[in-house]
């Protein structure tokens, strides 16, 4: 029994590491297209870009780790299940209480690593992420600036300086064109420049000295003699990046706790703000409970869909998830708008899967096949005919 339980739990976590890295891959690679302008406009090192990857890890592993590990859990069973090995194991008398130590365990080690990622990882990625996002922009703005030539660093405004020194952010004799405002074009003329972030208010800020600012707005033009004035440019306008701390999805589990039962918050915050307060803080918990629940739903389905090629096997399972995803979703947009408790909403697909899972395990431990499984092995029989 340890050599099986060995080999049971060997497979599962070649499995998730295998899926896990596919899936992050794949997530990671449409990030890498959001990032282009960060990548592409500065001179960036592969460590750099590898250090982006690895605080956006946590808030993409949350959602991921549960379905990992179903799909490894689903995926071992349906090859052992194939290959007629849980056949023999029966013939041995080795049913499935005997073999649940191994996915039990590792379904329990999913929900501890989502359990560590929902309450620290994931506040200290995005708290990572916002620090190194604005020393790049800060350092890779001031390397971009290039003197003689109109640059284009940051959104909707032109710059061109005759003179940058790119060790100070210091520029010299600077023509900026501003179109920010809606209604108006503004440009800013001045003999002195520098460029300062700010990492508290996360913002970067564009200071110049005597200078003149030309409004024009239609046909009216107004001209304004300066000693000091500052463009403060936020830093989510940067490759859409939502760097916004103040954002329940960004902050950590205690900071959440904090919030709620703050007696000010319905006054500091609009009740929108509120709802997705309360919807995180019961996501953070569900959701690594997931891992467990959705683990363990898996191992009876994969034994009940004997003889499945592998490859309708990850389509099947893809599609489960994709169901308890839709329910989960539907639940938090509720939750947020008000119309429906956050427990009720998030807990709902946990407790429908736990359920069915519970009814499938008794029926494949007596050897029963659920009539729709049945009638599907009877189609697919008579299709291969």
Partial sequence: MRILHRQIFRELVTLFSLCMGCLLGLLLFGKLLSFREIFFSRDLGLVHILLLFVYLTPSLLLLLTPIGCMLSVFLTFLRMSTDNELVALKASGIGLRQMIAAPLIFCVLCTLLNFFVSFYGLAWGMERLKDTVLEFMHSGTKMAMHPGVFNQEFPRLTFYSHKVDKKSGELRFVFVEDETLKDATVTIVAPKASIVSDPDAMQMRVGFKNGRIYRREGDKLDVLHFGSYTIKVPMNWFAGL???????????????????????????????????????????????????????????????????????????????????????????????????????GLWTPNLLYLAVGVSVFRLAEREKTPQLVAWLANLRLRRAA
Avoid at 254 to 268: F, M, R, V, Y
Avoid at 289 to 318: D, E, H, N, W
Wanted: charged share 15%.
């Fill in 242 to 344: 939502d760097l916004v701390q103040t954002k329940p999805s960004k902050m950590s589990y205690w900071q959440l706790i904090d919030l709620d039962g703050n007696p000010n918050a319905p006054e500091n915050y609009d009740r929108v703000f509120v709802n997705k307060v309360k919807v995180e803080l019961v996501k953070r918990i569900s959701l690594p409970v997931a891992c467990f629940l959705l683990g363990l739903f898996a191992l009876p389905i994969a034994c009940l869909f004997q003889g499945l090629k592998r490859q309708y096997g990850l389509v099947l399972s893809l599609g489960l998830f994709l169901v308890y995803y839709v329910l989960f979703s539907f639940g938090v947009t509720l939750g947020e708008a008000g119309r429906l408790a956050p427990l009720v």
